[in-house]
């Protein structure tokens, strides 16, 4: 493996300073008295050097990140779209960053406010009735959700609803969800358009449905025109309906979970409503749920009476809280900022730019590149790798050759009912002289997998990594710094 960038450790000469203190102007005092002997370090190690160097090797080593502000990211089903400066600079407000969350009701009105008026908005935008902003992820989400289900059923004394229906185009935190909230997860077959196989669903529909989560449009990027009949089916037998709406670009200000039929719905606001994510960072699943299910939500509640925002900590029948204090902050006042900025038509426009730029770039690639549900996309679509299987050319070759091209690659593998799926959302902030380039690159690495197939085989070579094994990368990480290079200087601890 090459790594470009020496270690911090590798750049220390000792003597070098970054920093000076200035003169003591109190008498020195002995460590001892402060603190402990035990405590005590007798010497520290860390690197010494000057403060151009350390600026140096971070700099260069932030520059080996690959992001939104530096390229193209048509990972699929992530919703990688450009983060508005400006909400940075909101959420960067002294006001929102320095709160405290054990701060008193009276001091915290205006940011109570937000998460007020963003669950309205988020009710607003998927046709809910009541939401909750504490789900720290979209995964969280879904068990939020489906905890909720379960409430419902229990309140109803049901002992009978063990199952939820997951189709197999589910992405594969739904059944993860449901798992861990105690159902059993049968799956649904795919029908021939890429939607929910009827029959498949019917032959399961029974007492013992607790609910069914459904993507829409799914993960294939197509909507299922069966919607209605589908909600129909999973009401007849008193199941709820789930929607992960962890995208919702392809509907904003064009059609609603809430009037498709569903009961329960979280969003990821760190994919659709603009956060930064990608790197583990925080994020926020806000659930919304219909008036039946309302009084499920976890708790504590922000509630308005008119003059004064409260925290409501005792709410009956509530599902408790889901995580600490009230949510991710720092991603509502993103969200709320995003939506503001933008206004309902604005949220109409990206979904109609989204589901454009989508269309234009699939029949653009659809001249080479499979294309196994062949009917217009919604934000995103799936092709397949398949046609250059004969070559020796896998998927995942031609996701490594994006790489020397400057490009993050698509989501690969997934949905899992494609072969060799390459799954691609440009989103609706890509200009089409990007998603021009993209695409001429796309095209000429699909004459290179007929061509010269052992090009894409060694790719990527411009990376500061070449191609891992990723099974054991993500198995057995090697995260130790000083492996194979010599002992470090300092505390291997450090
Ligand atoms: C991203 C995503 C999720 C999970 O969201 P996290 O915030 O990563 O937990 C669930 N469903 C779909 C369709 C997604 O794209």
Redesign the pocket.
Known sequence: MKILEPLLFELSVDGRRGYTLPKLDIPESDPADLLPATYIRKELKLPSISEIDCVRHFTRLSRLNYCVDVGFYPLG??TMKYNPKINEDMARLPGFANLHPYQSEGTVQGALALMHFLEHAICEITGMDACTLQPA????GELTGLMIIKAYHDRKRNKTKTKILIPDAG?G?NPASAALCGYQVVSLHTDARGGVDLNDLRAHLAPDVAGLML?NPN?LGLFDENIEEIARLVHSVDGLLYY?G??LNAIMGWTRPGDMGFDVVHV?L??TFSTPHGGGGP?S?PVGVKKHLAEFLPSPKVTFDGKKFKIVRKCKGSIGPVRSFLGSFGVLVRAWTYIVSLGGAGLKDVSSHAVLNANYMMRRLQKRYALPYDRHCKHEFVLSGKPFAEKGVKTLDIAKRLLDEGFHAPTIYFPLIVEEAIMIEPTETESKRTMDEFIEVMLRIADEAVNTPEKLKAAPIKTPVGRLDEATAARKPDLNYFKGRGSPPGNASV
């Open positions: 089903s992530c992820a979209g995964a969280h992405h935190t993507t993960t992960d962890a995208n990821n760190h994919k994020g699943g």
